[in-house]
């Protein structure tokens, strides 16, 4: 039962990541030359984060990551079980944020400023996938240290580690929705790019794959990183 009740609060937590933070770029916009609603969005974004890490933090972690759950992984803080386990759940909480989004923008007759359920794409990168991948690559590895970092047991940030993920997710969106839309996390890249792609927007499945294995990519270096750096070895 405390396998299951993990699971749901993974669910839970990246149905809320994807709802406040993609919705409130549907509702914005995410355009560069649109200041306020770039930042409006990397700033829901890192919010988002702060309500999941006090809501369900203390349930499973609030990793609504794949990337960050390899990284707790690598590190040695979950099982491959558990890993699984989150995985899903975190694909399936994006799809129903998504889903719901799009419910509610479709029944509301609302428009949406991003064209695709604030899913993300290489438009900012000119089309380059080598460029995709390696700001998503370096942007997840920061992101990681960050978490690993703020969670180490031999740091004691006290009640502030959900805040500091928080505005540290805010900043790299700062930097990367430009760019990409900044994923620097599968499950909420999939989820509104299937949404998208039923809704007949096939563009971000296309590309959907460099979101997907980047931020993996950029995961496990990262936990590699800091696993070297926090080591007791001289």
Do not use: W
């Amino acid at each position: 039962m405390e396998a299951v009740k993990k699971y749901v609060a993974e669910c839970l937590g990246t149905f809320i990541l994807v709802f406040i933070g993609c919705g409130t770029a549907m509702l914005v916009g995410c355009d560069a030359s649109m200041g306020s609603g770039y930042l409006l969005t990397a700033l829901a974004f890192g919010l988002a984060i702060v309500v999941i890490a006090y809501g369900v933090g203390n349930i499973s972690g609030g990793h609504v990551n794949p990337a960050v759950s390899l990284a707790v992984l690598i590190n040695g803080g979950i099982t491959v079980t558990d890993f699984v386990g989150y995985v899903i759940a975190q694909c399936i909480g994006a799809f129903a944020g998504a889903g719901v989004l799009d419910l509610i923008f479709s029944t509301g007759k609302v428009v949406d400023m991003t064209g695709g359920f604030g899913s993300n794409g290489l438009g900012g990168v000119n089309d380059s996938v080598a460029a995709g991948f390696i700001v998503e690559i370096v942007l997840t590895c920061f992101f990681v240290i960050t978490i690993l970092g703020v969670t180490s047991k031999k740091q004691n940030h006290g009640s502030f580690g959900g805040l500091v993920i928080g505005l540290t997710l805010a900043a790299i969106h700062i930097i990367g929705i430009g760019l990409t839309g900044t994923s620097v996390n599968p499950a909420r890249s999939l989820g509104p790019a299937i949404v998208a792609a039923i809704e007949g927007c096939s563009d971000p499945i296309k590309v959907v794959y460099v979101f997907i294995l980047a931020p993996m990519i950029g995961a496990a270096i990262g936990a590699f990183l800091y696993k070297f750096l926090e080591s007791d070895d001289k």
